[in-house]
């Protein structure tokens, strides 16, 4: 792993009202210290978004959404986009499975809210990986280039060093669209697949800018796992879903991860 920041982003997805968000926030705050090391972000519901951050320390946190529309404005009822987040957040989660595969949205999609997202100047999160049907289908390779190469059609290379990218195989998620399928991701399995991610953009935009994407791991990520993760060649840090709703869990994540950046600093000198 790079020997810069390593990236942690907590998804909690449907779950918590407001005040149970602020609950879990305030938490975290006594319990995590500012460290260089690490950046922390928290992907909220949308409607907890606003009202973390008048509570956040922004040294220790930056907010995420965890979905927006690619149209910046008008009759599209029901939808937030994301200029309207603009000003609340740092970045917005983009082409998550649970959207792809249960909410439809198409390659196509995808590419538009990485657009916009970048438009807006909030940095995606682009998430990619596939099924356990595409897995056992030998089709892994194929998924991930086209999901990568859709996705980044509409930028140029100068907004790749604002993007994101999460490889998370539906068949590892901890409760995903594949949870009859729940399986562990091994570190062989991961570095591969960030290879394929990392070859993929290079043919797009270049070697250094596919060098220098941060790209991150997300599925069933634990206290017990993040270490050994994180450890894994080409990942930059963790996308966690499940074990962020925990706040002694999602420390200890955080806990691996700064161990593992501390002592990869003294073995580099
Ligand atoms: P999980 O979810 O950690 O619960 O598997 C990760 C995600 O869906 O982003």
Redesign the pocket.
């Known amino acids: 792993m790079k020997n810069s920041r390593t990236l942690i ?1 907590a ?1 909690w ?1 449907m779950n918590m009202n407001v005040s149970q968000s602020s609950i879990l926030l305030h938490r975290l705050h006594e319990r995590i210290r500012i460290r260089r090391e690490i950046e922390l972000v928290l992907a909220p519901s949308m409607l907890a978004l606003q009202p973390l951050s008048m509570q956040i320390d922004r040294r220790k946190f930056r907010l995420c959404a965890q979905n927006a529309y690619f149209v910046d404005e008008g009759p599209f009822t029901g939808e937030v986009s994301f200029s309207m987040l603009q000003d609340l957040v740092h970045y917005c ?1 983009v082409g ?3 959207r792809r595969h249960k909410f439809g949205e198409s390659l196509e999609v995808v590419r538009d809210k990485v657009a916009a997202s970048v438009r807006n100047d909030i940095m995606p999160i682009l ?1 990619v990986g596939e099924t356990a049907q595409e897995r056992k289908a030998k089709e892994t390779n194929q998924v991930l280039h086209d999901q990568v190469v859709t996705a980044l059609s509409n930028l140029t290379s100068s907004d790749i060093p604002n993007i994101v990218i ?1 490889y ?1 195989p539906v068949w ?5 669209s594949d949870y009859a399928h729940h399986e562990i991701a091994t570190p062989e399995i991961i570095a591969n697949a960030i290879k394929v991610i990392r070859h993929n953009i290079a043919e797009l935009y270049g070697k250094k800018a596919a060098a220098d994407v941060r790209v991150l791991y ?5 206290s017990t796992t993040a270490r050994g993760i994180l450890e894994t060649e080409g990942v930059d840090g ?7 709703l925990n706040y002694q869990e999602f420390s200890g994540i955080i806990d691996a991860a700064y161990r593992m950046q501390t002592s990869s600093e003294v073995n580099n000198g």
């Open positions: 982003v998804n997805k989660i998550h499975s649970d998430c999460a998370e590892a998620l901890s409760a995903g997300g599925g069933s990520a634990s963790l996308l966690v879903g499940g074990a962020s």
